[in-house]
C-alpha cells in the first residue's frame, strides 16, 4: 500500500463523506484512479460531473494535506499525491478560496512556513517549495504574500 492509499484509509476511518465520495476513495484504495472510473460512480450517484461535488472534494484534499503534516512537511511526493488528488477531483485554481476553505488554506500553508523559516534561512530547494505550495492550492501571489507578512508580523 502506497503513501495515498494509506492516508485515504485514514480518512475513511476518521471522518464520514457522501456516499458517492467514499466509493471515489474506494477506487483510489484499488488503485482506479482514473476519470473513467470515476464517472462510472458519479453516474450511480445520479452525479452528471466532478464539479457538482467539489464542496465534498475539496476537504479531502485539506484532510490529506492535515495528514500528511503530522511529520512536518509535505514532501515532494505527498505533494505530487495533491497533485493527483485535485486531477482525479477536477479541481482547478482558486477553487479553495472560492469554497470558503480560505482559513484551513491559511492553516496549512503556515505550518509549512514555520517548518521552512525554523532555522532562519530558506535554501533553494526550501523557496522552490513555497512556490510549488502556493501552486498547489491554487494561490495568486498577492495571496500567498498576505499570509507570508501575517506570519513574519506575529
Known amino acids: 500500500m502506497n503513501q495515498l492509499q494509506s492516508a485515504v484509509e485514514q480518512l475513511l476511518n476518521k471522518k464520514e463523506y457522501h ?18 472510473e470515476r464517472d462510472k460512480v458519479l453516474s450511480a450517484h ?33 505533494m505530487h499525491n495533491v497533485k493527483m488528488l485535485k486531477l482525479f477531483f477536477g479541481i482547478e485554481e482558486g477553487d479553495f478560496y472560492k469554497n470558503n476553505l480560505k482559513t484551513q488554506v491559511d492553516e496549512i500553508i503556515v505550518l509549512q512556513l514555520r517548518n521552512i523559516y525554523a532555522d532562519g534561512v530558506v535554501d533553494k530547494y526550501e523557496a522552490l517549495h513555497l512556490g510549488e505550495l502556493q ?17 513574519v508580523s506575529q
Request: glycine letters at 8%; proline letters at 3%.
Open 19 to 36: 456516499p458517492a465520495i467514499v466509493e471515489l476513495l474506494h477506487l483510489i484504495l484499488e488503485g482506479k484512479m482514473v476519470g473513467v
Open 46 to 78: 445520479n452525479i452528471r460531473r466532478i464539479s457538482d461535488v467539489k464542496e465534498h472534494t475539496l476537504p479531502i484534499i485539506i484532510d490529506y494535506a492535515k495528514i500528511c503534516l503530522e511529520d512536518g512537511i509535505l514532501g515532494d511526493n505527498e
Open 135 to 151: 501552486n498547489l492550492f491554487g494561490l495568486s501571489f498577492d495571496q500567498f504574500e498576505l499570509i507570508v507578512n501575517r506570519l
